[in-house]
């Protein structure tokens, strides 16, 4: 089993929609990250969380420490939001390592 | 922007050929890091670097080799490369004097390698 779980793998949705996107983890962590990489390939660092809700534009972030969840959420969505968010997890456990999941693909249709 | 860049961006080379990628960064970070990127997979970490001449393994560094000689170079070398490791490599730096526990990545563009 993967120590960091997305859901969905894929989503499409219409512009205007609200966007959930969900991250689980199995291991102690001391931060989670969330990214976002465009279909040009770049990726770009969108919160990094430890503890609560991060909101920046449109975007939120949250995360549930003692559940081992984090969701992000996308308001008013627009095709430019299509890209593939990755969630990744600094772990206690592990060496301070990083570890990713396999990303949520969105697409956005006009 | 952490001013890392990369390169190649593309390389296409055959099975057996020696390669190397090159990250570079202008701001004297001091965390570095090269993933590689699949399908089916998340980013995995290939090796990384806590400061020149100082660098250790990740999970999948079979096959690859890295050198640090100045702070802004991170080199990584495939001695001979496999099409297994037809991939897209990302580099990645960590801001320093960010908090222990608490570093974000930054990742350069990528370089998409193709062994055939």
């Known amino acids: 089993k993967n120590e960091v779980e997305q859901s969905p793998q894929n989503l499409t949705a219409q512009e205007g929609e609200f966007i959930t996107i969900n991250c689980s983890y199995s291991v102690g962590i001391s931060a989670l990250h969330w990214l976002q990489q465009h279909p040009g390939g770049g990726i770009v660092s969108l919160f990094m969380?430890?503890?609560g809700k991060k909101k920046h534009g449109r975007l939120i972030a949250t995360i549930n420490i003692q559940e081992k969840h984090s969701s992000l959420h996308i308001t008013a969505s627009h095709p430019r939001d299509s890209a593939v968010y990755i969630c990744?997890?600094?772990?206690?456990?592990?060496?301070?390592?990083?570890?990713f999941g396999k990303g949520t693909r969105l697409h956005i249709l006009p | 922007d952490a001013g890392i860049t990369q390169s190649p961006r593309h390389k296409v080379t055959e099975t057996g050929t020696p390669v190397t990628l090159r990250c570079h960064q202008t701001e004297n970070h001091r965390y570095m890091y090269w993933y590689r990127q699949d399908p089916g997979h998340g980013l995995r970490l290939i090796h990384y670097?806590?400061?020149?001449?100082?660098?250790d393994k990740g999970e999948v560094s079979d096959g690859y080799s890295v050198s640090r000689s100045k702070t802004e170079d991170f080199l990584l070398t495939l001695e001979s490369a496999t099409s297994s490791q037809t991939s897209v490599y990302f580099c990645?730096?960590?801001?320093?004097?960010?908090?222990?526990?608490?570093?974000?990545?930054?990742f350069g563009p990528g370089t998409r390698l193709t062994v055939l």
């Open positions: 990645a730096i960590t801001p320093t004097g960010t908090a222990p526990g608490f570093n974000e990545q930054f």
């Open positions: 670097s806590y400061g020149v001449k100082d660098t």
């Open positions: 990744a997890v600094r772990s206690e456990n592990r060496d301070d390592k990083i570890i």
């Open positions: 969380l430890s503890s």
